[in-house]
């Protein structure tokens, strides 16, 4: 069973506009939530985080948004750029410890931004 | 800038064969991991490394094993391949409670 999903395995937008990438999780003890870019033939690489104790964090073009009594949480890229095409993945971790440095990930989002 | 340094970008073995990735990373960290990348499925964890000669499993380690003998590197072992580990396989390392820095990935088939 999922713990971390995103349900939209793709999404299509118009260069300039905003994207809206989603994610829900089930896991209660998850308390910081990653983003990850991924293109093909490479490695992901980290976009953006959120802890718990917050519910935004924006970086430039990106802003992350959680809420949590929904559990769920949401990347939005304004304005979008067609080099924003890629796979995006959410992850969660949960807790101190080694369960901590432990991320689940979602099956991730395919972004295609049209020029 | 960090550097995650996977052996091999493409791999093709024969199925019954003995299979090993390495991983090398220059931060001193911690903590690497080792996914696996499947369409849907997005990235599942087989194993967890927090210290040298320590190893945890993730949620798929069946059919795969570790090796941290060094603090930079990390290998992961398929003793007798088979066709359903064909995959793309990322290696990520970090802090204690940082972010993950992935490798670019090595795509193996089994054929």
């Known amino acids: 069973d999922q713990q971390v999903k995103q349900n939209s395995p793709s999404l299509s937008v118009q260069e300039g506009r905003i994207s809206i990438l989603n994610c829900d999780y089930t896991?209660?003890?998850?308390?910081?939530f990653l983003w990850y870019k991924k293109y093909p033939a490479e490695g992901p690489t980290f976009l953006i985080s959120?802890?718990?104790?917050?519910d935004k964090n924006e970086d430039g073009r990106f802003t992350v948004f959680l809420n949590k009594s929904a559990k769920h949480l949401s990347l939005h890229i304004v304005p979008s750029q067609p080099g924003d095409s890629a796979v995006y993945f959410c992850?969660?971790?949960?807790?101190?410890?080694?369960?901590?440095?432990?991320?689940?990930f979602g099956g991730g989002t395919r972004l295609m931004v049209k020029p | 800038d960090v550097k995650v340094t996977q052996s091999s970008r493409y791999l093709v073995k024969r199925t019954g064969e003995k299979v090993f990735l390495e991983c090398v990373q220059d931060?001193?960290?911690?903590?690497m991991f080792w996914y696996r990348q499947d369409p849907g499925l997005g990235l599942r964890l087989i194993y967890f490394?927090?210290?040298?000669?320590?190893?945890e499993k993730g949620d798929i380690p069946e059919g795969y094993s570790v090796s941290r003998e060094k603090k930079e590197r990390f290998s992961l072992i398929l003793e007798s391949a088979s066709t359903n580990q064909t995959s793309m396989y990322l290696c990520?390392?970090?802090?204690?409670?940082?972010?993950?820095?992935f490798g670019q990935g090595t795509r193996l088939t089994v054929v």
């Open positions: 490394s927090y210290d040298v000669k320590m190893k």
């Open positions: 992850a969660a971790s949960a807790g101190p410890g080694n369960a901590g440095n432990m991320l689940t």
């Open positions: 896991n209660s003890m998850f308390d910081y």
């Open positions: 990520a390392s970090s802090f204690q409670g940082g972010s993950a820095f």
């Open positions: 931060m001193d960290h911690e903590n």
């Open positions: 959120i802890s718990s104790i917050k």
